[in-house]
């Protein structure tokens, strides 16, 4: 299952490409949206189970920056990047309440607290922080449409 995430990831990416392209021509599919936007949140939240691939000396032992930072840290950014995606599946199917502005707020929020997290460890020299990038380029987007839907 965890060699198949980035396939499915870039296709969900895809298939949200072509229904915002859709929408912005006038002859949008509501249900491609939502498909991708769901199928997004999804495989979010299961890339936080995914273990990283890190190449250590014998006997090197990692301390709790390293745990933090490798392991503890990365999950909850995986988690809350998927909460914001559903919190904008939400926005997008207008289901008529404002529900949806919890999970931008928490995910959001969260979001926000990891990264700072990850800039202090990557200050006080972290090892092996060079294995969580993946997360960043997939947090930080949604932490951007997250503040336009908010603030915008």
């Known amino acids: ?3 198949l995430l980035p396939y ?8 949200l490409v072509v229904a915002y392209v859709l929408k ?3 002859s949008e599919l509501p249900i491609l949206m939502t498909i991708s936007l769901a199928g997004l949140g999804v495989t979010f939240f299961l890339s936080a189970y995914r273990p990283l691939n890190i190449e250590t000396t014998e006997g090197e032992q990692m301390g709790f920056n ?3 930072g490798l392991s503890i840290v990365p999950k909850v950014l ?3 990047t998927a909460v914001a995606t559903i919190g904008i599946l939400f926005y997008t199917l207008q289901l008529g309440n404002d529900g949806y502005l919890r999970m931008l707020y928490v995910g959001a929020s969260t979001i926000i607290i990891a990264l700072v997290i990850m800039l202090i460890l990557k200050a006080i020299g972290t090892k092996y922080l060079n294995a969580t990038f993946s997360v960043f380029f997939r947090a930080l987007p949604t932490l951007l449409v997250v503040a336009y839907i908010l603030f915008g």
């Open 8 to 15: 499915l990831e870039r296709v969900f990416l895809a298939t």
């Open 78 to 80: 995986w988690i809350s």
């Open 66 to 68: 390293e745990l933090l």
């Open 1 to 3: 299952m965890n060699k």
């Open 24 to 26: 912005l021509t006038g």
